[in-house]
């Protein structure tokens, strides 16, 4: 059974990120995070953001650490690290 998860708008990832919407926008522009467009409205699917978090933090990927099961305590922890590490990829 597959599950559709809601696509973020540069505004709802940025709060989830702990950053700017300019910035998600930036990204989105620059190609590091994919999504589309409906009309002006840019979206970044759901995986895509899942995807960008697994590259870019040290915490485990799975699916049971999918964006919409992740609890509130995850939600702040991820945006404190991309906040701290920013764009640099995590170190080996």
Request: charged letters at 25%.
């Given at each position: 059974m597959t599950t559709h998860h809601r696509p973020y708008s540069p505004e709802?990832?940025?709060e989830r990120w702990g950053c700017s919407?300019?910035?998600i926008r930036?990204?989105?522009?620059?190609?590091?995070?994919?999504g589309f467009r409906?009309?002006?409205?840019?979206r970044i699917p759901a995986d895509e953001v899942e995807?960008?978090?697994?590259?870019n933090t040290h915490s485990p990927c799975t699916?049971?650490?999918?964006p919409a099961r992740a609890t509130r305590a995850d939600d702040i922890y991820?945006?404190?690290l991309v906040r701290m590490i920013?764009?640099?990829p995590p170190l080996p």
């Open positions: 709802t990832l940025a919407s300019e910035k930036g990204m989105y522009h620059a190609g590091e995070l994919s409906l009309g002006k409205l840019i995807r960008y978090e697994c590259q699916r049971e650490s999918s991820q945006s404190r920013g764009n640099t």
